[in-house]
């Protein structure tokens, strides 16, 4: 598949203290794509339509015959300052596009859909994963979908008018997770949100951010065989042949890691603006897939999500689970899954939420701090978990158990793995100052349970005293740290474009230290996480003349960008360290966060956490 050529060069300023030790730069690893045979395969491509791709409020996509205006739109109600209307008309279909008022329940916005088309037949639908209803008439049809940006009516008239009301996708609202995901048919790359399959069509999508991910998955007939080159072929031609882009510029390279496939890269205008479109074509056993994705080229932020999915690209045997994310009150914890997540009666400050699927059953749990306890520590709930598993099950055939360390958004906790004959049941603990976070998860499919529990996030309060904020030069990202940290910006390396470091150590308790270095935009360039984290951990221990024993490590969940994790401790001098650090790719940069803990005082501990969970975007603009 994606083969790296990796350039790591590590520059380590040491007086032989791990302190100092932290102050560690990396070079990113340079992904490229190598030749392979390209034999038979694949999909019949859906022929391109003239028609302009128009996008409303950063929130919702849909194909046009023409270019859309503002306004124009009668039935519905007009507003003072930001359009909410728009409309366009061309070879005899007029699309009309309208955001409104968020309506609550589903009898309300039915009734506000007929009203705008009366006597349409309306069926409950999910675009992009929100609920919403369609419905036509003869010459018209209809669709209304609820999302957080409001209640969008989408309105076409003339002949074949349900086809483009079925184009229409919505930008993901809820909080984005960035982790692997696997996509059906056997592959996985590490995406923000889960896809969903498009209404009436065997296609799978993907909108965040203005960015636009499709995939589809066919398997041949016996009496027909798929043939990736002239499917290609075929993706190539209709690109070509669509007057709505100009300034055509076509790349095709082969892909190797799979059985057959080959890459495709699009560049051209639409509308003026600068477009890119990154294809897959390929197989994977006897089925043949299609994976693509549109996006600026022009916005960093996009040319990051591009390279990321070509990095991580691969494919799996592990199953397509889907899931939405669920958050849990005020307590900042959500995961993703499948179940239907109640709550369950409050009991002494406790909250709890119960939700099964047809092969788990998930549990979330907040325990407030009591008095005098030290939540910090969840090693007592960590031992105590198998026992109450068996306690629970019953008789379990061939029963084992495994505690670990874990990170979840920079907060370490204990991760209790247990299994037996057909059946996995996973007790993930954080404890923090605010109280103790556990997820239980129960199933007859490991990857399902690791999956809910691998997209855990916790969001703690933005704590500032005695902490302050300190944000990176140049970027949008902040930080908390203790008022006495330094920081250092170096700005002479020629493979970023500048390496920040806010680092805090007390003696006798712990260290703390927050890096970003911005990377300088080299196009394939791409952040290879884990070969960071690991080398990064290697030079700190060689220069503090330390012995390093990686206790745990993964991809965790994040809001922002990409992230990879480790628990680990280093010996130095008959003292044994325990460290945590998160790597995160955000926006172009890389954020390094790390800790590490001399000193169990639950006070030092607590103010850790904080710190490692404590990176956040600031509202400037781009």
């Known amino acids: 598949m994606l083969h790296f050529i990796k350039r790591s060069r590590y520059q380590i300023r040491t007086n032989q203290t791990y302190q100092q030790a932290c102050r560690a730069r990396w070079v990113s690893a340079r992904c490229r794509l190598a030749g392979a045979g390209c034999a038979a395969v694949l999909l019949l491509l859906s022929a391109s339509a003239q028609v302009a791709t128009t996008i409303f409020a950063r929130k919702l996509h849909i194909q046009t015959p023409a270019e859309f205006s503002a306004g124009g739109?009668?039935?519905?109600?007009?507003?003072?300052?930001?359009?909410?209307?728009?409309?366009?008309?061309?070879?005899?279909?007029?699309?009309?596009?309208?955001?409104?008022?968020?309506?609550?329940?589903?009898?309300?916005?039915?009734?506000r859909l007929l009203q705008v088309l009366p006597n349409a037949n309306l069926r409950p639908v999910s675009v992009s994963g929100f609920a919403g209803w369609e419905g036509e008439t003869d010459q018209a049809a209809i669709l209304g979908v609820s999302s957080k940006s409001g209640f969008w009516i989408v309105l076409a008239r003339g002949a074949n008018a349900l086809a483009f009301a079925r184009t229409v996708t919505l930008d993901r609202d809820m909080p984005a997770g960035w982790m692997p995901r696997v996509l059906p048919g056997g592959i996985s790359a590490v995406l923000p949100y889960n896809l969903t399959q498009r209404r009436n069509a065997p296609n799978y999508e993907l909108q965040f951010n203005e960015f636009s991910i499709d995939y589809r998955i066919d398997t041949a007939s016996q009496d027909k065989r798929l043939d990736v080159k002239s499917s290609v072929d075929t993706a190539v031609q209709q690109f070509k042949a669509n007057k709505a882009y100009t300034d055509q510029k076509v790349e095709r390279k082969r892909v190797r890691d799979f059985t057959s496939a080959e890459l495709v890269i699009k560049r051209y205008k639409e509308n003026g603006r600068e477009r890119q479109e990154i294809l897959i074509v390929g197989l994977i056993g006897q089925s043949g897939f299609q994976l693509s994705w549109k996006f600026d080229p022009q916005r960093k932020d996009h040319r990051e999500y591009s390279n990321r999915i070509l990095n991580t690209i691969k494919q799996t045997k592990d199953p397509f689970i889907p899931g939405q994310r669920v958050e849990f009150g005020e307590t900042g914890l959500s995961i993703e899954t499948q179940a239907r997540m109640k709550p369950l009666e409050e009991k002494s400050g406790v909250q709890e939420w119960l939700g099964e699927t047809g092969g788990a059953v998930v549990m979330a749990r907040f325990v407030p701090t009591s008095s005098g306890s030290d939540t910090v520590d969840v090693s007592v709930a960590a031992n105590v978990f198998p026992s109450v598993v068996k306690s629970q099950m019953g008789e379990l055939n061939g029963f084992k158990t495994e505690t670990v360390p874990t990170v979840v958004s920079g907060i370490n906790g204990l991760l209790v793995k247990t299994e037996w004959k057909n059946g996995y049941r996973q007790g993930l603990f954080v404890g923090t100052m605010k109280g103790i976070y556990a997820v239980d998860v129960t199933g007859i499919s490991k990857q399902e349970v690791e999956q809910v529990i691998r997209s855990a996030q916790i969001t703690m309060a933005r704590q500032v005293d005695p902490l302050k904020q300190y944000q990176f030069e140049g970027s949008r990202l902040v930080v908390l740290s203790l008022p006495d940290a330094s920081r250092q910006v170096d700005k002479g390396d020629k493979n970023f474009e500048s390496v920040e470091v806010i680092q805090f150590a007390s003696p006798g308790e712990g260290a703390f230290t927050s890096v970003l270095q911005k990377l300088k935009d080299r196009g394939d360039e791409v952040a290879d996480l884990p070969a960071m984290t690991n080398n990064f951990l290697k030079e700190v221990a060689s220069s503090a003349k330390g012995k390093l024993k990686i206790l745990n490590q993964d991809w965790g969940s994040d809001s922002l960008g990409a992230l990879y994790w480790a628990a680990y401790t280093i010996e130095i001098n008959g003292a044994t360290l325990e460290g945590y650090i998160t790597t995160v790719a955000s926006e172009g940069d890389v954020l390094l966060q790390n800790a590490f803990y001399m000193s169990k005082d639950s006070n030092v501990r607590g103010v850790g956490q904080i710190m490692m969970n404590s990176y956040r975007l600031t509202m400037l603009s781009p």
């Open 73 to 111: 739109v009668a039935w519905t109600k007009s507003s003072i300052g930001l359009p909410t209307s728009w409309s366009a008309e061309g070879s005899g279909i007029r699309v009309e596009v309208a955001r409104e008022t968020v309506l609550g329940g589903e009898e309300e916005q039915k009734a």
